[in-house]
């Protein structure tokens, strides 16, 4: 990873309900991670914490507030970039102002399922993954709609156990688009 010589601070905000038995996630409809699931998040900007980056973020992309809390640290690393994503996670639980579909979100809630709580998130339960909202209304989780690292930590993010992880992809599938880049090590 020699390539790498760069460094992009982002953050990635996520809010639960009251027991964590659910989340707001958003779809992204531009950018980085187009037509993923995530928490609310971009670039820090110059002057600002990461801490006031992912209360402005969260207000630009879903129109709400928040006291976040930080929840943890990701390092991403990419064969085809000489970036190295240096993301904060933070979490939140409360929120205040109405939940609002931005230009780069769509927000939506999805049920916490039991096994995103007790530790890595089963390849079958991806696979199996049912679009199909349950009685409460919410669909699961969508882990194989999001970032392919996401499975790896969420449960610690949902039980508020700080975490830092490593995450490197290999060359893109297609030039240029991280999103295609295969998982080489977590
Ligand atoms: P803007 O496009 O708004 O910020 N992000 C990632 N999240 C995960 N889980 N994995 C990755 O693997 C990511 N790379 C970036 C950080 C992009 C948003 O996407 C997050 C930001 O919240 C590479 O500038």
Redesign the pocket.
């Known amino acids: 990873w020699s390539h790498i010589d760069k460094t992009q601070l982002?953050?990635?905000?996520f809010i639960f309900n009251e027991n964590s038995t659910k989340v707001l996630l958003g779809l992204?409809k531009?950018?980085?991670?187009?037509g993923?699931y995530?928490?609310?998040?971009?670039?820090v900007n110059p002057g600002e914490t990461p801490a006031d980056a992912a209360l402005r973020?969260l207000q630009e992309?879903a129109g709400i507030s928040s006291n976040l809390a930080h929840a943890g640290t990701?390092l991403?690393t990419?064969a085809a970039d000489p970036k190295l994503?240096h993301?904060e996670?933070y979490r939140g639980d409360d929120w205040s102002g109405e939940i609002t579909e931005s230009e780069?979100m769509r927000p939506e809630w999805f049920r916490v399922p039991s096994y995103a709580r007790s530790g890595v998130i089963p390849t079958s339960a991806i696979k199996e993954w049912s679009d199909v909202p349950g009685e409460d209304g919410l669909r699961t989780v969508p882990f194989g709609q999001?970032?392919?690292?996401?499975r790896f930590w969420f449960h610690l993010l949902v039980a508020k156990r700080p975490f830092i992880g490593r995450?490197d992809?290999g060359e893109p599938l297609v030039k240029g688009d991280?999103?295609s880049?295969p998982l080489l090590k977590w």
Not at 10 to 13: A, E, R
Not at 38 to 43: A, I, Q, R, T, W
Request: with cysteine; net charge negative.
């Open positions: 982002y953050t990635n905000g992204k531009r950018g980085l991670g187009c993923f995530n928490g609310f998040g971009g670039k973020e992309e990701l991403f990419s994503h993301i996670i780069e999001m970032w392919a690292d996401d995450v992809f991280l999103n880049a």
